[in-house]
């Protein structure tokens, strides 16, 4: 097993769209479900999306539903999160972490990465 590397955070204004990648260098990833995390400083991780290994099947959390896109390149060992109409006033650490299979809680996620940070602001 390794660590997840994300990337393509940054400075978004509001309405504006991100996104973002993560692998684990070394690691297939086709056989694992696949989730998208964030925090904010201070408060709990909170699960954004995941996507399944075995049908593709897809989640989001409420907050994001209709703004966030969950996908998968198996080929190239990477799953994206395609953000649109960013919320204003909210800067987190998106971070990738690995799962048998989406719908079950954070502590059942291992590989988990460093995280890159989204900043939404004008």
Not at 21 to 50: H, M, N, Y
Not at 75 to 89: D, E, I
Not at 93 to 114: D, E, L, N
């Amino acid at each position: 097993q390794g660590q997840f590397v994300e990337s393509g955070g940054g400075l978004v204004q509001p309405g504006g769209s991100l996104s973002l990648s993560c692998t684990v260098p070394g690691f297939t990833l086709d056989s694992l479900a696949i989730g998208w995390f964030r925090q904010v400083p201070g408060k709990e991780r909170e699960g954004v999306s995941c996507i399944n290994s075995s049908d593709g099947s897809t989640y989001y959390a409420d907050s994001v539903k209709g703004r966030f896109t969950i996908s998968r390149d198996n080929a190239k060992n990477t799953v994206y999160v395609q953000m649109n109409n960013l919320k204003p006033g909210v800067t987190a650490v998106y971070s990738c972490a690995a799962s048998k299979r989406c719908g079950v809680g954070v502590p059942h996620f291992w590989m988990w990465g460093q995280g890159t940070q989204v900043t939404v602001s004008s």
